[in-house]
């Protein structure tokens, strides 16, 4: 049997945007379950690019599961590209416990990164209730859950919430930065996943800078 790692693909982060990138992985008619592994200098590029594709796509809901970036920082970039918040809901793992949260109609805050159970319920209460509509769900990061919680715990959750989400009619995309300590549960996702993309700097940007 062939592995699916085999389906990793390498792409330069030179040769296309982030927004031809998510438009190929939403016009993919087979593969639901992404992995995008980024050199950590391309993270912010990435997500910055995020409300562009939203706005291009009127009849598409975003759930953005949020462990890396408090909601509040994150709503006020996509506010200020014009991506419309109604399109929008945010499940947000980091706020909750480290400062005073107050209540958002378009975020969903739950007690911590370390609460996989509570995490699950809440991603899986909310892909139901958009059941019948296109769905783009983005989990940022697995890097950051991997900080907070083991590799087999966090492995064994992947396995869980993956099946899950197969079940829904939606897209799924997990973040994670290209780090040597965290290689094990990063094969396991992928693994999991249809598709595994790399971005990567060409050798000779790298080599300039």
Known sequence: MKSRLAA???????????????????????????????????????????????????????????????????????????????????????????????TAHDCIFIDGPSELIQ???????????????KTFVLIDSLTVLLVHNSKDLIMKFLHHIISKLRSYKCKVVFLALNEKEHQTPLNFLSFLSDKTFQLIKPALEENCR
């Open 119 to 133: 995490l699950s319920s809440t991603l899986e209460r909310v892909i139901k209730e958009f059941e019948t509509q």
């Open 8 to 102: 990793t693909e390498e792409i330069p982060a030179t040769n296309v945007s982030m927004n031809e990138l998510f438009d190929r992985l939403w016009k993919s008619e087979r593969e639901t379950i992404f992995l995008m592994i980024l050199q950590p200098n391309l993270y912010p590029g990435f997500i910055s690019e995020l409300p562009e594709f939203l706005s291009d796509r009127k009849d598409v809901q975003c759930v953005y599961v949020t462990i890396t970036l408090p909601y509040h920082e994150l709503a006020s970039m996509f506010n200020s590209k014009e991506a419309s918040s109604r399109k929008i809901l945010f499940i947000d793992a980091i706020t909750k416990g480290t400062v005073v949260t107050e």
